[in-house]
């Protein structure tokens, strides 16, 4: 029974379809429960944390969050988003969602609130040096989140400089953390919703009968918009958003040696979720030939690597035991005119 619920063949319980839930990434000890293994934060250290200065509530005036279809962002959040929330100081009814900028790859992150959590973002704003006054466990989430970040850090840029000159040495770059671990472990939690909520289709081309998945899902979508412009930054020439996919491999899946269609000129590659979750040095490689040398890449829950589809052969090895969750942002040149993306 255990290797055919291992291979797909039939389902647990606790697997019948149910409707998924929108995407939450809250502040709660059922999703720290989920941060990636290899979460190294030194998130026992209290002292020195600060209120991420970029931050916005809903799609705040301050700063303007570069989302250009809040339709999407509400399909996401299961709930109509005011268009206007002063950053400032907390209205009446406060909003419910906390975005956040990831400090090294500037993407924007969302941080569903509760009362509790509103009236302790409250006392951060008022007083962005305040962390030492919040619980141990409370701190560990806000920095897991973004929400509280070091007072000394890397700047964006000085990061994203460094990604680039990975490219031109290596020909592709790993982007350790591209999610915060609490964003990490809130994509696993989603991703495994999605799929008990029968939001998943089976493959049966590419890995035919061993993969799943789901494209063009809200959440996805989301990071693929914003991952945009942190790809033109690091690959040097503009680009834009082609499509998205959201994949679970089985045990005995293998992903053959083969290059990608032009509307996946350049990929992130993001490791959602592994079950178990073996880390980085053992998890699954992906494998890819660069100046006729085979190098393989390890990613942990919320790490991506970053290489060009069209130009680099890349594969995997049979996946032995355990599954493993990927999603696919696939991105094109922004010259390029042929039809078929499905962003445009």
């Known amino acids: 029974m255990a290797t055919a619920c ?57 700063p303007t969050l570069e989302l250009d279809d809040i339709a ?40 569903s609130l509760n009362e509790d959590t509103r009236r302790q973002i409250a006392c951060l704003v008022e007083s962005p040096r305040s962390a030492g006054g919040l619980s141990l466990k409370m701190q560990l989430a806000m920095r897991a989140s973004h929400v509280l970040l070091p007072t000394v850090r890397t700047a964006c840029r ?32 989603h991703a495994r919703a999605l799929r008990r909520g029968g939001q998943f289709e089976l493959d049966v081309e590419q890995v035919p009968g061993l993969r799943d998945g789901v494209c063009g899902e809200a959440m996805c979508l989301v990071w693929l918009r914003q991952l945009a412009p942190l790809v033109t930054a690091i690959v040097g020439e503009p680009v834009r958003p082609s499509y998205t996919w959201l994949r679970r491999y089985r045990p005995g899946a293998v992903l053959e040696r083969h290059v990608d269609r032009d509307h996946c000129r350049w990929n992130v590659s993001l490791c959602v979720d592994m079950e178990p979750d073996r880390g980085v040095v053992d998890a699954w490689p992906l494998n890819m030939t660069l100046r006729r040398e085979t190098h393989s890449v390890r990613l942990g829950i919320g790490d991506a690597v970053l290489f060009s589809g069209t130009k680099t052969p890349h594969w995997r090895d049979v996946l032995t035991d355990g599954a493993v969750s990927m999603c696919f942002f696939h991105f094109v040149s922004a010259k390029m005119d042929t039809p078929g993306s499905y962003l445009g």
């Not at 959040?77 to 206007?84: A, E, I, K, P, Y």
């Not at 209205?91 to 990831?102: D, K, R, T, Y």
């Open 6 to 62: 291992a291979r797909g063949l039939v389902i647990t319980l606790d697997e019948v379809p149910v409707v998924p839930p929108p995407f939450s990434c809250d502040l709660s000890d059922e999703l720290t429960a989920l941060l990636p293994r290899d979460t190294e934060m030194g998130l026992e250290v209290t002292e020195g944390l600060q209120l991420n200065p970029s931050y916005a509530f809903e799609l705040g005036p301050r």
């Open 72 to 111: 999407l962002v509400e399909r996401i959040l299961g709930r109509q988003l005011r268009r206007s929330v002063a950053c400032e100081a907390l209205p009446g009814l406060p909003p419910s969602v906390l975005w956040v900028q990831h400090p090294g790859v500037g993407i924007w992150q969302p941080v």
């Open 158 to 189: 000085e990061h994203v400089q460094s990604l680039r000159a990975q490219l031109d040495q290596a020909g592709y770059v790993v982007i350790r953390g591209m999610l915060s671990p609490l964003h990490a472990a809130a994509m696993r939690r």
